[in-house]
Every structure is written in structure tokens, then in C-alpha cells.
């Protein structure tokens, strides 16, 4: 998948959006379930159904007698892929003994202030070969868990779906095994120490069915334990590429931007003249807004300030390094640095060291770059 710019211009405004990408160290809880917790049974009233917890959530999902039901386990009813009546009919008439849901492992975490979970179960039926392997991702708004999809986590999906629960809990932990293979996949998919799923994807997709690794580490085959283990549960983290959600960089060559003057009362101290320059938003519901502005005092001098408006208790370290980043920037280096073909920004060090996944621009490496050799970025510095 590769995403691009958008540009829009309003009157002699400038309007920027575009897909940044961070990197960061997500803290996260890796647990496998065994025969005293791993059996979900089927369910036929939706009276007996509740959200309340991720493995609830995945019986729900599962025994879902309806459509309209199934719209209820979702964060964004929309995207809901619906069941046509043949399998709602197959799913009532099967016996309650001779269907089973088993949980297999599951991940929590919590990111942008919102606790967040994979769980990965299987389903048996009685005479059909096939068990339904199925990964879901959850958030929990108020007291319900609901199925909720990050963007671009493809590479975490992926792996969290094939590799066996006792490796991915091996591979998480990062310390090494009494398996030669599995520690040299431990090591060779580690950056900083900690668990890259994007290095790991990459190793998934060169193996093929026949393939050592691919056999003895994936559920290709089954998910039977390739080595002796009796961890059930980890903590550790993991190298985490997430995508920024809704962002909006703004430049204000004039006075006519739509809402131009309720931002200038946001910013106005009531003494110096205030022209604002640029802003950035980041967030649909409470964003984050950083306004840049001139303060122009009644001898002309002029001064560059910053207001930040934010109504969060907690930012994480990403969103704190993009304000950052635009507050000591042009915001002119976000649009030299988004993904192009054959221009010459391309060729620069900053475009170069500052690519993410799919070509995109990632703010953590920007500002790593930003912080070690702040020359490079001389033509963009904020006087």
C-alpha cells in the first residue's frame, strides 16, 4: 500500500495534509492461554453476550446470531463485513457440544490513551477439518472491548496470525532459547534490543511452505509447541511503526482562512499586534493545536511565539516531537520531505535518513536526525 500527499489550496491559503509515520518503544503484555482459561462455549441467546472483556468479545464475534448484533462489537459499525443467512443457519443448528472456540494467545497494550488488545483464537467443529483461525483487534471505549483497526499494522497482524503463541512469546521476551534457530531469529529480528515486527515480517515473507522455520515456528501446519515452555505470560516491548491520525499543517498568508479569527483570539495577549503564520492540528475529537505567530511590538519589532492548545492529560513522546519539530521548522520541510518520485529533495541526506515504511517520512527518525546535526536543517530553522 503506498500513500500520498494531498494538497489543497484555500483562497491564497495554504492547506497540507499528508501520512507521517513514528516509530516508538510500546510497552506490551504478552499472555498464552492454556486448558483452564482457553475453552469459550457457544452461545445462543444474545442475552448472555457482554463486551466486557477481550475474550468475551471474540465469542461474541464468533456466535453472533445476527448481523445487526455483529454491528454492535465494532468501534465503526461501517466497516462491518456482514454474514449472509446460510451461516447463521449452519451456526443454529449446530449442537452446542459439538462446536468450541479456543483461545490461543493475546496481546494488550495501550496507546494514545486508550487500551488496546489482539487476541488470536481458533474454532473447532465437529466433522469439518478447517478451525477457523482468527485475529481480532480491539479497543476499550467506557466498559466494552470493540473491534477497532490501527492503520498500518499489517506486519504485526501478520505475524501475531501465523507464528505459534510459545515462539511469539520467545521472540517478545528477546532472551534466548535451547533452540539455535529460533535464536537467530530472535537476534536477527531485535532493533534496540527489542522485538521489530517489521523485521520479522520481512523473515515470514521469504520462507515458503517447506521451509524449515516456516514449519516448525508457524501454524502452517498446527500450533503444537516446537520446544519445552511453561511461560505463559511476558512483558517487554516492542518496536511499534505507527501512523499519526488526522493531521493538518496550516499556513496563514492572510486574514481569510475561514476561522482565522477565533484561532487569533487563542492567541492574543492583548498588547503586541499578532499576525499568525502557520499551525499545526493533530487529532479528530480535542486535537492538539500548535499556533505559530508574529508578536509585533508598537516599536515594529517583531518575534516569533508559539501558543499550544491542548486539552489531553497525557501526550505521548510522538506527538511531542512533532510539535517540536514544527515549532523549530518551516513548515516547508514536511512537504519536501513527503514521498516523491524523481525530485530532487530525494537525493537530500535529511530525505534519505528520515524514511519509514513504504517511502513514508517518519517524525521519530526527523527528529533524532534534528537533534544530532542540526545544520542540515539550516534552510528550514524559525528565526
Known amino acids: 500500500m503506498k500513500f500520498l500527499p494531498i494538497v489543497f489550496i484555500l483562497s491564497i491559503n495554504f ?6 509515520e513514528y516509530t516508538k518503544e510500546l510497552n506490551v503484555n504478552f499472555s498464552i492461554y492454556d486448558e483452564t482459561n482457553n475453552i469459550k462455549n457457544k452461545i445462543i441467546s444474545e442475552e448472555e453476550f457482554n463486551l466486557s472483556t477481550p475474550e468475551n468479545v471474540a465469542q461474541a464475534f464468533f456466535f453472533a446470531s445476527s448481523n445487526k448484533f455483529l454491528e454492535k462489537i465494532y468501534f465503526n459499525s461501517e466497516i462491518v463485513t456482514t454474514r ?3 451461516h447463521y443457519e449452519t451456526l443454529r443448528n449446530t449442537k452446542s457440544e459439538d462446536i468450541r472456540l479456543i483461545l490461543l494467545d493475546k496481546v494488550t497494550y495501550n496507546i494514545n490513551d486508550s487500551e488496546m488488545c489482539y487476541i488470536m483464537f481458533i474454532v473447532k467443529i465437529k466433522n469439518i477439518d478447517f478451525v477457523f483461525p482468527t485475529l481480532l483487534s480491539l479497543i476499550k471505549q467506557d466498559d466494552k472491548w470493540l473491534i477497532y483497526n490501527l492503520p498500518n499494522q499489517q506486519d504485526i497482524r501478520d505475524c501475531l496470525f501465523w507464528f505459534k503463541p510459545c515462539v511469539m512469546m520467545s521472540l517478545i521476551n528477546g532472551i534466548n ?3 539455535d534457530n529460533l ?4 537476534s536477527e529480528t531485535k532493533t534496540n534490543n527489542f522485538l521489530d515486527f517489521y523485521k520479522l515480517n520481512q523473515q515470514l515473507i521469504k520462507w ?7 514449519i516448525k515456528f508457524t501454524m502452517a501446519k498446527d500450533a503444537i509447541c516446537p520446544y519445552n515452555s511453561s511461560t505463559k505470560n511476558v512483558k517487554n516491548k516492542i518496536i511499534f511503526n505507527g501512523i499519526y ?11 481569510k482562512q475561514k476561522n482565522y479569527f477565533d484561532i487569533l483570539k487563542q492567541v492574543d495577549n492583548g498588547k503586541d499586534s499578532i499576525v499568525l503564520t502557520e499551525m499545526l492540528e493533530i487529532g ?3 486535537p492538539i493545536q500548535s499556533i505559530k505567530y508574529y508578536k509585533i511590538s508598537n516599536n515594529g519589532d517583531k518575534k516569533i511565539a508559539i501558543k499550544r492548545i491542548n486539552n489531553k492529560k497525557n501526550i505521548d513522546d510522538y506527538i511531542l516531537d512533532f510539535l517540536y519539530l514544527f515549532e523549530h521548522l518551516n513548515h516547508k520541510i514536511f512537504e519536501d520531505l513527503s514521498p516523491k518520485i524523481n525530485d530532487e529533495n530525494s537525493k537530500t541526506k535529511i530525505y534519505e535518513e528520515t524514511r519509514g515504511k513504504y517511502n513514508l517520512l517518519n517524525i521519530t527518525k526527523l527528529k533524532k536526525l534534528f537533534d544530532s546535526n542540526i545544520s542540515l536543517f539550516k534552510k528550514y530553522l524559525e528565526e
Open 245 to 255: 491520525k488526522d493531521v493538518k499543517i496550516l499556513s496563514f498568508e492572510n486574514n
Open 15 to 20: 492547506f497540507y495534509t499528508q501520512t507521517f
Open 183 to 186: 535464536n537467530k531469529l530472535i
Open 284 to 286: 479528530d475529537v480535542n
Open 208 to 214: 515458503d511452505s517447506k521451509n524449515e522455520n516456516s
Open 84 to 86: 449472509d443467512d446460510a
Open 177 to 179: 532459547t535451547n533452540d
